[in-house]
């Protein structure tokens, strides 16, 4: 007996199903742009310490400190924010020409209380504040 052969014809495709390939690329996208804002903001960051060029203070200019507990320190006495918005804008007016100001802040502050005694010192009028920095160890 003779078997008899079947003959299938394979249909060759032309076009790729492109479906779960797209659905896969949304898949994606969609887990980058969630996760990229927390990867940016879950890195500790420690600035720096700067070597850049020494300005000394001249016998005009102040030096305002601002101690590691958010206490400010002025001409070696500590004077509360109002207190030192007073002296300032005192210095503003007796000085002739524009006065630096020199703001050293602890390293372990918070950003915001150095911010806060920046924009006091920008009120009473001085626009030459320069913020001290350690020298780099080498």
Known sequence: MQQKRRRTQVKV???????????TLFFLLIIFMITAPLLEYSVDVTPPEMNADPIKPDSDSKI?????DGSIVYDKKTVSE?????????????????TAIFLRGDRDLRYGIVMNVMKL????????VNLVMQEEAQ
């Open 121 to 128: 010192i920008r009120a009473a009028g001085f626009r030459n």
């Open 13 to 23: 495709y032309n076009e790729i199903n492109l479906t779960n390939l797209i659905d």
């Open 64 to 68: 305002i400190n601002v101690r590691a």
């Open 82 to 98: 109002a207190e030192l918005q007073i002296i300032l804008s005192r210095i503003e007016q007796q000085s002739g020409r524009e």
